[in-house]
């Protein structure tokens, strides 16, 4: 099997979790169960997905000095990231993330204090360049600066890789970068926002999906959740299913996706199957507590995607 080479553009946070029975209310105080730090941000979420999943992952991103740094800086060496572009900077602080997570329903609600990650310069992604001009997949989000995002877009399709925009957290883009884009890869909710069609079901997520491929993007994969990932490009569409699991916490499971996606899909693995290792991949994620610690190694995807492929 061909060993997947991917570049990662994109943030990292510290999380702060706390686990709540319940989210208060404006001005109601509540007893929480747990308080944890962790490794977050939509680019390393996704960059640890892809490393767990089996692909060799370069990350740019740009971090403080302070104390949240080494966080990033463990779960890089830990995961076994080559954090040779991540940029130290003492004029930011280290990005973070404070994070309510019910203990009910799984769900969460999210507060970024987006910090160094705002600062993340097309000069430092440059600097990358011959790491994206040697892999197979550059993978990158919304949660730095759009400068980065661009340069990230415009060299990996001058390189003629694979390029896979993760429009998260939602921010308006320039029309021209849809041009750039091989794999677009927002939710529901970023879809409407990208396209004014409020997407429920696979019809809607068509009508959707035919409005970015109008803008020029080649294919196009919706996320929506436990109904699966809905994809459509010129030829085909079609929906994939979730893997059925109970959801202890969903915070990065759209960011597991994304980097089991382009790990399977650089190794050569057909569109479908890819989304369905992601799928399992995600399943696995909600089942545990935090982002970047819940995602799943080969071995755990494997073995869900080997049992229904």
Same mark, same amino acid.
């Given at each position: ?65 302070? &104390?949240?740094?080494? +966080?990033?800086?463990? $779960?890089? #060496? =830990? ?8 940029? @130290?900077? /003492? ?89 750039? &884009?091989?794999?677009? +890869?927002?939710?529901? $909710?970023? #879809? =409407? ?8 079901? @696979?019809? /809607? ?105």
């Amino acid at each position: 099997m061909k060993k997947a080479k991917i570049v990662v553009i994109g943030s990292f946070n510290a999380d702060i979790t706390a686990l709540t029975p319940k989210f208060p209310v404006g001005g109601e105080t509540i007893m929480g169960r747990s308080l944890n730090f962790g490794a977050g941000g939509k680019g390393t979420n996704q960059a640890v997905s892809a490393a767990k999943n089996g692909a060799d992952v370069v990350m740019v991103s740009k971090i403080g000095t302070d &104390v949240l740094s080494d +966080i990033a800086r463990k $779960t890089y #060496t =830990e995961s076994g990231i080559d954090s040779s572009y991540v940029v @130290e900077t /003492s004029e930011y602080p280290t990005g973070s993330a404070v994070i309510e997570v019910s203990e009910e329903s799984g769900e969460n609600k999210i507060i970024v204090i987006p910090g160094a990650n705002n600062y993340l310069t097309a000069d430092d992604v440059r600097k990358a360049s011959e790491k994206i001009s040697q892999c197979d997949v550059v993978l990158t989000q919304l949660e730095t600066s759009l400068e980065s995002v661009e340069a990230a877009l415009k060299l990996s399709s001058e390189y003629g890789k694979i390029t896979v925009l993760n429009p998260a957290p939602y921010s308006a883009i320039p029309e021209k970068w849809f041009k750039l &884009v091989d794999y677009f +890869i927002p939710n529901e $909710t970023e #879809t =409407e926002y990208f396209t004014g069609v409020k997407v429920s079901d @696979e019809y /809607s997520a068509k009508e959707a999906a035919k409005v970015l491929m109008g803008k020029g993007v080649k294919n196009v994969i919706i996320t929506m959740g436990k109904k699966g990932a809905f994809f459509c490009n010129a030829e085909e569409s079609f929906v994939v299913p979730s893997t059925s699991s109970k959801a202890v916490d969903t915070t990065g499971a759209g960011d597991c996706f994304c980097g089991a996606f382009c790990t399977a899909l650089a190794e050569g693995k057909p569109v479908k199957d890819s989304i369905l290792f992601a799928n399992c991949a995600a399943g696995i994620s909600v089942t545990r507590m935090g982002a970047s610690s819940s995602m799943p190694t080969r071995e755990e995807t494997d073995s869900i995607f080997n049992s229904i492929k």
